[in-house]
């Protein structure tokens, strides 16, 4: 959606570091959000993100930076429950939340 | 009620049928959005209303789709005229104020999945 990219699937190791980009057009940039979304289920929220720097949340931490249009969500400590869809989304202005296309995130054993 | 909840969960309709459904927000939410979700997607957005008033419906698809927030609270949408390209999971979400910053963080129902035969 409206040029906010992400991978749309990765794959890592149960108890391993993983790391999900996102990359997001700057104009008019107000905010970054990443919800997690299992499989039939409603989105949850993660993080937020409106200032530059790493915001660290449990085994969750989120990363911004507004002059390179980027961020990243880091799960450490994988588990496999951690296995869902992870989906960026951007304020831009006043106007509602625009989503990427979500990485679904598969943790094996 | 203690989340967002959503009627039907699920919904099958011949093509050409029409389909409410219907989104009860968190209560004291001032707004409520309405998104689309395809398999595999991320949800797109469709329109957005503060108390009764719909401030944007940029994202409906087509004049098919239509919202409504009568008493700012409950809301419904309905798509006369059921497509096969309508088949989609439908999320409502709401949040305790506006669109902007933290405050603007979505609370999301399980949403409402339709499959249009």
């Known amino acids: 959606g409206q040029n906010i990219d992400q991978p749309t699937e990765m794959t890592a190791t149960e108890g391993a570091i993983v790391q999900i980009n996102c990359t997001y057009q700057t104009s008019g940039f107000n905010g970054l959000f990443w919800y997690q979304q299992h499989a039939g289920e409603a989105p949850t929220f993660l993080s937020y993100?409106?200032?530059?720097g790493l915001e660290e949340k449990g085994r969750f931490s989120s990363f911004l930076s507004r002059s390179k249009g980027y961020s990243y969500l880091l799960l450490k400590e994988l588990q496999m429950k951690d296995s869902a869809s992870y989906l960026c989304a951007v304020i831009r202005g006043n106007t509602p939340l625009v989503f990427g296309k979500g990485t679904r995130l598969s943790v094996i054993a | 009620g203690a989340g967002v909840s959503q009627s039907p969960r699920y919904k099958v309709a011949k093509r050409g049928q029409d389909v409410a459904l219907r989104c009860d927000p968190i209560s004291g939410h001032v707004s409520l959005f309405w998104y689309q979700q395809a398999l595999g997607q991320g949800p797109e957005f469709l329109t957005y209303f503060q108390n009764e008033a719909q401030l944007d419906k940029s994202g409906l698809p087509s004049d098919r789709f239509f919202a409504e927030r009568p008493e700012g609270s409950v809301s419904t949408l309905k798509i006369q005229r059921t497509q096969q390209e309508d088949s989609a999971v439908y999320l409502c979400?709401?949040?305790?104020?506006?669109?902007?910053?933290?405050?603007?963080?979505?609370?999301f129902g399980e949403g409402s999945r339709l499959t249009v035969l």
């Open positions: 979400a709401s949040s305790l104020v506006g669109t902007s910053g933290k405050a603007g963080e979505l609370f």
């Open positions: 993100n409106v200032l530059d």
